[in-house]
């Protein structure tokens, strides 16, 4: 009704009908789920799409069920409509009334309901809705609005139904948005405000920027909603699933200022939380958002594509907080950094900002101050890591050039605002323990780091950035400022300061580091020694600056005394802090790392000594002694220092008069080392005497300059203000020679006698003398000075050499800048290493960035090609529904009028021992949509809209490139051309793409071509993970890429082959089968062209597919086969997978067993034709089959007489004397010409090839098409077609010289092919006799059936029997080639001899395709089987004849019952696990519905029960009040499982089990449904509706099925039986009207014939439905038929053995006789439907009784009126027992032997 409306008035009325159907009923729904329905009405709206207006939608809002919004429940109620019709997009985009706006309102109105929201997202999510939303962004004439809405369409989705897989989807999409880094952003427009903004397109950068912070802010609104709670660990699964990549990728340079706004605020969000923030701080790998991008995707083209190796994504591991500065230092300019950093800083939760951007830095700052939460600062903590951001950003601001522009203003004034707003909050938190942690304290350190090399020591400007304080009495220049050097420098140094004075008043941390130590041992990267030294000297200067204010507050509080008790602890000096820094002082001295004057030293210990001293405390000798130890280190490191220069002379005097003016704390009495005595007195002795000027101390490592040339230079420019001039050098030298000597002469005032007493020794040579001179020392004194002053030496060297590997692990453990705790701790960590660690992050992001934009392209292309797929299978399965609705069947069959003339055609299928017997019946002409247009003029002007709507647009297929290159403004597919760009013209594929299956994954793919008959295809087979894929007409390229054979060049390389498949192409035909391994029954190696490169595949269905790899990948494939099904054997291929019924000793060889004669003769040819490589598939090695008879003009058939049979042991040729003379002398005329004798042959043609095959089975297709093919386009003439058995035979065996056919296996099963079905116009032959059907043999009486009947029973009569063997060693035997075929006159061409030719060592082309020419004209020869004359058929068996047959049973079996009729007597049955029913008995379950005999026991259920094959332990039951179906064990009453879905269908009457997985049900809907079983490991997984069967109009009450035929009949009420195709689900045919309704049909697995029961009427049907024979049993009422049973006889017999049970209780067994008929039509069913055969028919078929069964006669010896009725037959496996089950429940058993 869709399909047919022609304006918005009958399209309403159509879909209002759809609501009303699909809200009444639920199995509606289902069905339209089962049949693809609503992918269908998307089909048909989208051709009428005109015709939708809001009306139609509001209708169908209300099917979905979200159209009461405000007024009831807007939970999505049909999911079809929602997910295939509302969010079918692209239907509503394109409406006259923009109803796509009204879509989306209505959208983002349902999923952020409250109530209703939550579900309807989660549906939402089920039908991929974020994805489809996604990719609508494609579309460049989105507008604003609708970009608005559909961003917060996804932010509720994500709200209410939060799933991370769909928000990597869209940050997939964002992530699509953005340029390569070479495109600069930020002087771009974003006004929403403009429409030229937004209808641009792809020139507009501006548009896609505002939609990128479209979404970004959607995703932050998403994790930040007070009233939408994401919990922490869906937090970090979205942080981890993105990873920090992710993120940082919005914060890249070149990007506009919004965007790195939105992704800074979107990453610190998710900082905040702990955890994931100590996991960026480690670090995380990147491009985890592409690799999670992928999970679960499945790309369709991708299987078509070749196989590429994959990426690696290599583990690119940093931590986050070392990248983030480097990208923050690019917008250092942008207030909001500042302001989000700042926030993390505090821990205030970003969503709580509301800072208008438009302010200042310092409001936004200061708002920030005032609103921050002090809770959330003073519980956690401050963030060291905010803090670390904002001091990096201030340090690459004051790296930056300073102009005078305004526009540089900010990099004054931000440093500025940065370093005041931590000046704030450390008075606001100064416990923190932020201020004094190693990153805080050497970031802020990195920041003062000398930028450049000093050239001097000076009063300089650089000396004024850097410094923090001056030590007492120090005073410096104050110089004009310097350009070049930042203000903010000042504010820093000051801060530091701050941070000095804390750590110094504090008592430092416990086995740690002091704080100290971070600042001293600060050291960007790529800094120099002397950088570092001139740092570290400030540091030290500055922190002895701190001690000395203290020190000095200190002293003038103690002088007092009034308020030294009061003082605060707080404000002194830790002692250890004391002790530490004079130690570091010494150390720092000795290493060389203190530039600045050594004096101050002195003077700091000196003045901390007197401090100590003069105040109180606890451990007041401990730290003197440690500060006089530090003092007497640093004394003796300046004295033995060089003194040549006026500098350094100048130095030593300077430190001499110290020594001297402070002799009294110096050398106090607390200072008693007499080590440093005896190394000072050393150290007095050489500068008196001036005998090491060069220095006599040790020498700093390393050194650059020594101290005097920086701080003591003679320069100009390094005098003091208003000096004038310097002493000279001799002055200098004599002032220090008077130094010495007064300090000699306090030394020994004080600590002679002391130093006497300790050695034991005088001082002077002069012992009494009361002044010690220094020259008269004695020698012993300087030797005893010089010991000590070496031990001295080595004891600082030792020191020094210990210190450097402590320094080194402190500074790589320390300085980070931002580095993470996992990356600093590495040992020997270099900081150029970093750096490249850094940039290989970022060169990873981008090549990240680059491959997520591939794959979302990708993406993208895949979902406009699935949208095309799923349009072209709409179509197709639209195409099936009006087929279904037009059919002869159909609801409207009656609009056809006439039913178009039917076309046979012979059907692939294999059936038992390989035999094709149905036969299909096909629409001849126009399509049946062209005939519905013929035949109704009166369709409304529509129609031409109409003729299109079976198959999709081909606008659309020609827009298919345009729609997958929509990727509009985005930059990825422009800044590469994509390789795959091309396949999207090859539109033919969708063929393919449609076929796989969902998450299909193609592992391998191999160039094959396909042979089906004459006609030979090139195609692809694909592997999947659970089917395969034959695709016809398609190729490979030569990179792998699946094309077809329109779009690309041929991958076959063998020239002859590829003539063949050019030969007969077709231009538009273009298929893929797929395939499950699991349907494979076997795998044939075969031969092709006499070459070793096909496969034949068998498929358990009786199908099979024929496969030439001309690329030698036949072993690759053959492998990959038997991988993928373990099942497989190999090459042989076992009995079961020709369908060859088996026997008892079913394990012995055939030849055993057609030598016992189990197997019939024809079982036997046909395997020998299988094993030697013939095919049907292949018209050049059809199956080859001998002529049997001889007589082809008697009236009547002796088997007795010899002369009736052909003499099968010699060839054809050799049939008559003359003939085969002939032949002989032929092939002696090559050795007498001295020809070539490897050519030397009795015949040059074949017995079989391509065209006798046609020519045989010309009258039926498709081998009439094959005929005209091979015959160059039309018929032959028609006296030389094969329209004569007899003349036939004459010319083969006789009278043609070029004429030795064979003949083939459908002249033994097959008549349709005899006669002229399709009524084809053939021609006259020169008698003027129209060519029709075959002339037969007077003793066929014209009838073809006769004909097959009478042929087949001659193949089976003992004299062929007895002689097979010898055609048998002459095709497949010895005979068929050497010296045994030349004494046989059998050689044939050596072409045609597979085994003799090698075509690989041909190299000559011509020669090449000569014999393929040869072989595909004139045929090959069978691969031999047997190398030895092959036995002959055991002589013992039944006598031939009209008796001939095999239906006796096996040598050693009773023979089956219906051959002792007369003598059948009931007798006990024994029934397994249900009761042993004495005869005459009842069961108390009722009527028998079901009997089965098994080898060893006789299986019987109760009626509405069904035993499953084939362990039959399991039963189907129905019946039940509501409807439903049960399964269950066999002997047990408890119900494994329900099947509920079987109630939709309503009661159910009738269901048969054909196969372990098949179950066939129906009832009093009239509707066949095949249901699929899923079970695994003896567990039950589900009942799921395969197909429902439309045909019947009544109650279905008999259902019959073969699995051998892949055959259904079902009967009804209405009085018909209908022939379904279980294979393709289909209908085949339906049977004509019977009298009554059907109660009983049944099919004979062994030769395909139906029965069917219609009231006391039975028929008899042929496989294709032909009627054979009917009778009226016209037994009364109580005759009625209520079972009917086929006895599995051999195929060839002429009669069938028919078994019927009806109400009277008698079972009647009938048998089929041949009888005359006068014209055609007669019989007692004269109403016997149109059949190929019938023409001419001069015999029929005639039913007789046989025998009547009566239960009380045969017990009683009298019949009764009351017997129960007959519910149920079978047979035992031997044939020899009749089961008969009655409707009280009791089984019986018929026998001989009762």
Not at 366 to 371: G, R, S, V
Not at 877 to 884: L, P
Not at 1545 to 1564: E, F, H, N, Q, Y
Request: charged share 20%.
């Amino acid at each position: 009704m869709i399909s047919l409306a022609t304006d918005d008035h009958t399209m309403y009325a159509a879909i209002k009908v759809l609501h009303s159907v699909l809200s009444s009923s639920a199995m509606c729904d289902k069905l339209m789920k089962h049949n693809y329905g609503y992918q269908v009405l998307t089909l048909l709206l989208k051709k009428k799409m005109q015709l939708l207006n809001n009306r139609i939608f509001q209708l169908f809002l209300s099917v979905t069920g979200t159209a009461e919004l405000g007024f009831g429940s807007s939970t999505i109620t049909n999911l079809g409509i929602f997910q295939h019709v509302l969010c079918n997009f692209e239907l509503w985009m394109n409406t006259s009334e923009n109803l796509d706006i009204a879509l989306f309102s209505h959208l983002k109105e349902i999923f952020q309901s409250p109530r209703e929201g939550p579900r309807n997202a989660e549906i939402a999510h089920w039908v991929q809705l974020i994805p489809r939303l996604v990719f609508l962004f494609n579309d460049p004439t989105l507008s604003s609005t609708k970009i608005s809405t559909i961003s917060s369409i996804l932010g509720h989705l994500l709200k209410r139904y939060f799933n991370t897989q769909d928000v990597i989807r869209i940050g997939l999409f964002i992530v699509y948005t953005l340029k390569p880094s070479s495109v600069n952003e930020k002087l771009i427009s974003t006004d929403k405000g403009s429409d030229s903004l937004l209808e641009a397109g792809s020139q507009t950068s501006g548009r896609m920027i505002w939609l990128r912070n479209q979404l970004l802010e959607m995703l932050l609104d998403v994790i930040s909603s007070n009233k939408f709670h994401l919990s922490s660990e869906l937090q970090e699964e979205m942080f981890l699933n993105l990873g920090p990549d992710w993120f940082l990728l919005f914060i890249q340079d070149h990007l506009h200022p919004s965007t790195v706004v939105l992704g800074l605020k979107l990453l610190l969000y998710f900082l905040y939380n702990p955890t994931l923030r100590a996991r960026f701080k480690d670090g995380l790998p990147g491009g985890s958002w592409v690799e999670n991008s992928l999970l679960g995707v499945d790309i369709l083209m991708d299987n078509l594509k070749g196989q590429s190796t994959m990426p690696e994504y290599g583990s690119c591991l940093i931590s986050g907080f070392q990248i983030l500065p480097t990208f923050l230092s690019h917008h250092i300019h942008i207030p909001e950094v500042y302001l989000f950093v700042a926030s993390f800083f505090l821990q205030t939760p970003l969503n709580e900002v509301t800072v208008e951007t438009k302010i200042s830095l310092d409001a936004m700052l200061q708002w920030l101050l005032e609103n921050h939460n002090g809770e959330s600062v003073l519980q956690p903590g401050l963030c060291a890591e905010g803090a670390l951001l904002l001091l990096e950003m201030v340090k690459a601001i004051i790296a930056l050039p300073i102009t005078d522009s305004e526009e540089d203003n900010w990099k004054v004034t931000y440093p500025g605002n940065v370093m005041q707003f931590l000046c704030l909050i450390y008075h606001n938190y100064p416990q923190d323990p932020l201020w004094q942690s190693s990153d805080f304290l050497q970031a802020l350190a990195a920041i003062l780091f000398p930028p450049e090399i000093p050239k001097r020591r000076s009063n300089s400007s650089w000396n004024d950035s850097v410094a923090l304080t001056a030590a007492k009495g120090q005073s410096r220049a104050e110089n004009p400022t310097n350009p070049t050097i930042h203000p903010a420098r000042k504010q820093i140094s000051d801060f530091l300061k701050l941070l000095l004075i804390e750590i110094l008043l504090c008592n430092p941390p416990q086995k740690q580091l002091h704080p100290l130590d971070f600042l001293l041992e600060a050291s960007p990267e790529n800094t120099t020694n002397q950088q570092k030294r001139s740092f570290q000297s400030e540091i030290l200067l500055s922190a002895m600056g701190v001690f000395h204010i203290v020190s000095e507050g200190c002293c003038t509080i103690s002088s007092n005394g009034t308020r030294e008790s009061q003082q605060s602890s707080e404000s002194i000096p830790s002692l250890a802090n004391i002790s530490y820094l004079t130690q570091k002082l010494v150390e720092k001295l000795y290493s060389g790392m203190f530039t600045a004057d050594p004096k101050e030293i002195i003077l700091f210990i000196t003045e901390q000594i007197m401090v100590v001293i003069e105040n109180s405390f606890s451990q007041k000798e401990v730290l003197l002694s440690v500060l006089y130890s530090s003092l007497n280190r640093v004394i003796l490191y300046c004295l033995s220092k060089p003194q040549q220069s006026l500098s350094e002379c100048l130095g030593l005097l300077s430190i001499l008069n110290f020594l001297q003016e402070q002799w009294d704390i110096i050398f106090a009495t607390y200072n008693s080392n007499m080590s440093f005595i005896i190394c000072f007195m050393h150290c007095l002795f050489h500068i008196h005497a001036r005998s090491y000027p060069e220095g006599f101390g040790l020498e700093p490592k390393p050194r650059v300059s020594p101290y005097h040339q920086v701080f003591l230079s003679p320069h100009e420019d390094m005098r003091e203000p208003g000096e004038e001039s310097l002493p000279s050098l001799s002055d200098v030298q004599n002032g220090i020679l008077k130094t010495v000597l007064g300090l000699w002469h306090q030394l020994m005032q004080q600590r002679r006698q002391v130093l006497e007493d300790t050695f034991k020794m005088d001082l002077s040579v002069k012992p009494g003398e009361s002044e010690v001179k220094i020259e008269n020392v004695t020698p012993l004194w300087e030797e005893t000075t010089l010991k000590s002053w070496q031990h001295y030496l080595a004891s600082e060297k030792k020191m020094l050499a210990s210190k450097p590997n402590t320094v080194q692990q402190s500074k790589t453990s320390s300085w980070s800048g931002s580095l993470s705790s996992a990356m600093k701790l590495i040992p020997g960590r270099q900081a150029k290493e970093t750096e490249c660690k850094t940039e290989d992050f970022v060169s990873c992001m981008e090549e990240y960035r680059r491959r997520g934009q591939e794959l979302y392209a990708s993406l993208y292309k895949d979902h406009v090609q699935r949208q095309k797929c799923g349009y072209s299978k709409a179509a197709s399965e639209w195409a099936k529904m009006k087929n279904q609705l037009f059919n002869e069947l159909g609801l409207w069959r009656q609009k056809l009028g006439t039913v178009p003339c039917s076309q046979w055609s012979l059907d692939w299928r294999e059936g038992p021992v390989r035999m094709r017997k149905r036969i299909r019946r096909k629409i001849s002409g126009e399509s049946l949509k062209n005939v519905n247009q013929a035949k109704n003029n009166e369709t409304s002007p529509t129609n031409a809209e109409n003729q299109d709507e079976l198959m999709p647009d081909e606008d659309e297929d020609r827009d298919d490139v345009e729609d997958c290159n929509q990727l509009t403004f985005f930059p990825a597919l422009h800044e590469s051309l994509h390789s795959e760009d091309f396949l999207e013209l090859c539109r033919e594929r969708k063929v393919i793409l449609q076929e796989l299956v969902d998450k299909e994954k193609v592992s391998r793919k191999h160039s094959v071509v396909i042979v089906q008959g004459h006609v030979v295809s090139e195609g692809v087979l694909l592997f999947g993970q659970q089917h395969f894929y034959i695709c016809e007409n398609f190729t490979l390229s030569s990179v792998g890429d699946v094309y077809c054979t329109k779009h690309c060049l041929s991958n076959i390389s063998d020239q002859f082959i590829f003539n063949m498949c050019s030969k007969d192409r077709p231009s538009d035909h273009y298929t893929c089968n797929r395939y499950p391994y699991s349907d494979i029954k076997e795998i044939q190696l075969m031969r092709f062209l006499l070459q070793e490169i096909a496969l034949e595949i068998f498929f358990r269905n009786g199908y099979s597919k024929f496969l030439v790899f001309h690329n030698s990948d036949r072993i690759k494939a053959f492998k990959s086969f038997c991988s993928l099904q373990p099942g497989l054997k190999g090459k042989g291929i076992p009995e079961e997978s020709l369908n060859i019924r088996k026997s008892i000793g079913s394990e012995k060889i055939m030849l055993q067993k057609w030598q016992k004669r189990e197997i019939s003769n024809f079982e036997y040819l046909m395997y020998l034709n299988t094993m030697a490589g013939r095919t049907y598939n292949d018209y050049m090695q059809y199956p080859v089959f001998p002529w049997i008879l001889a007589d082809y003009t008697s009236e009547t058939l002796n088997f007795t007489n010899p002369k009736t049979f052909r003499d099968l042991s010699k060839p054809m040729g050799a049939q008559t004397k003359e003939r085969k003379l002939k032949f002989i002398k032929r092939y002696k005329e090559v050795e007498k010409s001295e020809g070539d004798l490897s050519v030397q042959c009795h015949y040059c043609t074949h017995y079989s090839s391509a065209i006798i095959v046609a020519s045989y089975l010309v009258r039926m297709k498709p081998f009439t098409q094959t005929f005209c093919s091979l015959q160059g386009g039309s018929f032959d003439v028609a006296d030389r077609m094969f329209h004569s058995v007899k003349n036939t035979w004459e010319s083969a065996s006789s009278e043609n010289m070029s004429d030795v056919r064979e003949l083939i296996p459908e002249f033994f099963y097959l008549p349709e092919f005899l006669t002229n079905c399709n009524d084809v116009e053939f021609g006259c032959m020169q008698d003027g006799t129209i060519l029709g059907d075959v002339l037969l043999p007077p003793w066929a009486e014209g009838d073809p059936q006769k004909f097959i009947s009478l042929h087949r029973q001659a193949l089976e009569s003992d004299f062929v029997s007895c002689n097979l063997h010898h055609w048998i060693d002459l095709i497949f035997g010895y005979k068929q080639h050497g010296p045994a075929a030349v004494e046989a006159v059998n050689t044939f061409h050596p072409y045609f001899y597979g085994d003799k030719m090698d075509l690989h060592k041909v190299t000559d082309p011509l020669i090449k395709s000569t014999i393929l020419g040869f072989v595909s004209n004139f045929g090959q020869i069978p691969k031999q089987l047997f190398t030895k004359p092959h036995p002959a058929r055991n002589a013992q068996g039944k006598p031939s004849g009209k008796e001939v047959s095999l239906s006796t049973g096996p040598t050693g079996c009773p023979p089956p019952f219906f051959c002792t009729l007369q003598n059948l007597k009931p007798s006990l049955v024994t029934v397994k696990d249900m009761y042993i029913f004495p005869l005459g008995s009842e069961s108390p379950k009722g009527a028998i519905g079901h009997i089965v005999p098994t080898e060893k026991y006789v299986l019987a259920v109760e009626k509405n029960k069904v035993l499953i094959p084939h362990l039959w332990s399991k039963t189907f039951s129905w019946g039940f009040d509501d409807f439903t179906c049960c399964l269950g064990n066999y002997g047990s009453d408890k119900t494994l499982t329900t099947f509920e879905s079987t109630a939709d269908w309503g009661k159910c009457l009738c269901a048969v089990c054909p196969s372990p997985t098949l179950v066939i049900t129906s009832g009093d809907s009239a509707v066949v449904c095949i249901w699929e079983l899923s079970m695994f490991k003896d567990k039950v997984k589900g009942l799921h509706l395969k197909q429902a069967l439309y045909g019947h109009t009544k109650s279905v009450t008999c259902l019959a099925a073969s699995m051998t035929y892949s055959l259904l009949v079902s009967g009804s009420c209405d009085q018909t039986c209908i022939l379904w195709d279980l294979d393709h689900l289909m209908f085949v045919t339906q049977l004509p009207i019977h009298r009554a309704s059907i109660s009983a049909v049944a099919i004979s697995d062994s030769t395909g014939d139906i029965v069917s029961c219609a009231g006391t009427h039975l028929y008899l049907w042929n496989i294709n439905g032909q009627a054979l024979a009917s009778i009226n049993t016209a037994c009364g009422s109580q005759g009625d038929i209520q079972c009917c049973y086929l006895t599995e006889g051999m195929d060839w017999e002429s009669s069938n053995i028919i078994i019927t049970g009806s109400w009277d209780g008698i079972v009647r067994i009938w048998k089929t006789e041949n009888v005359r008929t006068s014209g055609p039509g007669a019989g007692p069913e004269s109403h016997t439907m149109e059949s190929p055969d019938h023409k001419g028919k001069k015999w029929e078929k005639n039913l007789a009784l046989c025998r009547e069964l009566d239960i009380n006669i045969a017990l009683t010896g009298k019949s009764s009126k009351n017997n129960p009725a007959i519910t149920a037959l079978a047979i035992s496996r031997n044939q020899s027992k009749l089961l008969v089950g009655d409707e009280r429940g009791r089984i019986y058993c018929w026998s001989r032997d009762g």
